[in-house]
C-alpha cells in the first residue's frame, strides 16, 4: 500500500508541474502576442501644398508696341527698340486678344531665371493694358520687323525697315524707295507703280473724299466699293476703299484710321510683270503705319 501511495503522489506532483508549466507558456504567449501586435495607424489626410512663386522672381513694370499674338499664350512686346517674348499670365489672355499690332501698352510681367540657363529669363506677364493717352507712334519702334506673304505661290518672310514721313513711320521693303518729302512709296524696278500717303486733318469728311474719288478713278473705269469682309489684302479695318481697273491700270483710294489719326492712300498699279509682287508689299507697309 505504501508503495502505491508513493506513485499516486509523484503522479499528483507530475500532473501538477505540467499543469503549471503550460499556464506559464501561454501567459506568455500571450503577453508576447500584446508586445509585438502593431497599433492600427489612424488614416491623415495630407493638404496639397499650395503653388507658390519662385523666390527669385521679380516683378517689373514697362511700357512698350503690341507686336502682336506669337501663339495664343505668348506676345511680343517692343520695349526700348528690343522686341521680346511674354508669357500670358493666368486672367491675361482676353485684354491681350483686345489689342492691336502697333499698340502703345503698359504691363507688369514676372521675371524668373531658367533653371540651367544663366542667362535666360522667363517673361510672364501678370497685367496688361493699352496706355491711357499715348498713341502709338510715340513709343520708339524696333528698326526691322519681319512679316510673311504669300508671293508667287509661295510663302515667304520678308524684313521691312522703319521710315518716317510727316507725322507718321510705316515699314517699307527693299523693292522700295520711300520719298519722305512727297509722301510717296516707290518700287524700285519701275516709278509706275507707287503709293502716295497723306495725313487727313481733322474734322475731315470722309464722303467728300468718297466723292472725290470716285471722280478721280471713274477716268481708269467702273468705281467698285470694296467691303472689309469681301477684301483679300493685308490691310485692314479701314473706313474706305474704292477701286478701279482696265487691262492697263488699277487705282485705288483708301482712308484708314489708326488711334484716332486718319490717312488716305492712293495706290497706283500698272498692269505688268511687277504687279504681283507690288500689292502684298505695298499693301503691307500701308498696314504698318502708326501716327508720330
Known sequence: ????????????????????????????SDNNSNTN???????????????TES?????????GVFVGLADSHTVEITVDG????????????????????GDAVSFEYMEEAVEGDATAKLLTITKIEKAAGDKPGHMELPATKDFKFQLEGNEETRTGTLAKGDGYALYIFE???????????????????Y??????PEGFKLDKIKADAEKELASVGDVQTIDPKD?????DDYDLMLKAASNKLTKEVIV????????MFKVNQPVGEPTEGFGPLAFASMGSIVSQ
Do not use: H, R, W
Not at 503709293?195 to 487727313?200: G, P
Not at 477684301?231 to 490691310?235: A, D, E, F, G, H
Open 82 to 101: 528690343e522686341a521680346a517674348s511674354y508669357q500670358l499670365g493666368e486672367g491675361t489672355d482676353e485684354a491681350a486678344n483686345a489689342l492691336k499690332e
Open 1 to 28: 500500500m505504501k508503495k502505491n501511495k508513493n506513485i499516486t503522489t509523484k503522479l499528483t506532483v507530475l500532473l501538477s508541474s505540467t499543469v503549471l508549466a503550460a499556464c506559464l507558456l501561454s501567459a506568455c
Open 55 to 63: 523666390p527669385d522672381a521679380v516683378t517689373k513694370q514697362a511700357q
Open 195 to 200: 503709293v502716295e500717303i497723306s495725313k487727313l
Open 256 to 263: 484708314k484710321t489708326v488711334d484716332g489719326t486718319s490717312f
Open 231 to 235: 477684301s483679300s489684302s493685308t490691310i
Open 37 to 51: 501586435a502593431s497599433p492600427t495607424p489612424s488614416a491623415t489626410v495630407s493638404a496639397s501644398p499650395e503653388p
Open 175 to 193: 523693292q522700295f524707295k520711300f520719298d519722305a518729302a512727297a509722301g510717296k512709296l516707290i518700287m524700285n524696278v519701275d516709278n509706275n507703280y
